[in-house]
């Protein structure tokens, strides 16, 4: 069965939280906001097998997944939960491989403008190593024609 939604419907401010409920891949990721700064958030995300490449290192996705979601949490925060938004641009720079059961992310809100969103993400491994670097831009949807 094919489920229709509409862009209109989904960029209503009411509905973020019914688009979140319903974004099944990055709930199966279990990133989790585990501390809120004054500049961002602190994130954290346990590590299975269903994660791992192939070498039983944490995938280059799932490590640019996990600071899109930190990012994205970040500027909730910074816009008080009040702001449908997306992603418009995101790099990472890998700075070595991820192992263990669990890693953490810093999001730090660059800024918080009228029209675009920016953070700064460090991701660490289980040992709290910086492992990854990320920027991450979000364009806000409710400045939108529609919106």
């Known amino acids: 069965m094919r489920t229709t939604v509409s862009v209109r419907n989904c960029l209503a401010p009411h509905s973020v939280l019914r688009v979140f409920i319903n974004m099944a891949y990055e709930n199966r990721i279990r990133v989790r906001v585990i501390r809120k700064h004054r500049d961002g958030v602190t994130v954290e995300c346990p590590l ?3 994660l ?3 070498a039983s290192i944490l995938h280059g996705g799932v490590i640019a997944t996990i600071a899109d979601e930190a990012a994205w949490y970040a500027l ?10 997306t992603t418009t641009e995101l790099k990472v720079n890998y700075l070595r491989p991820i192992v263990g059961k669990k890693m953490t992310a810093r999001a730090y809100v660059l800024r918080a403008g009228k029209t675009l969103g920016v953070t700064r993400v460090d991701l ?7 492992s990854a670097i990320g920027v991450v831009t979000y364009m806000l949807l409710d400045n939108q024609p529609g919106g």
């Open 124 to 130: 660490f491994d289980s040992k709290r190593c910086l």
């Open 48 to 50: 299975g097998a269903e």
């Open 52 to 54: 791992m490449n192939g």
């Open 76 to 85: 909730i925060h910074a816009y008080k939960g009040k702001r449908p938004m």
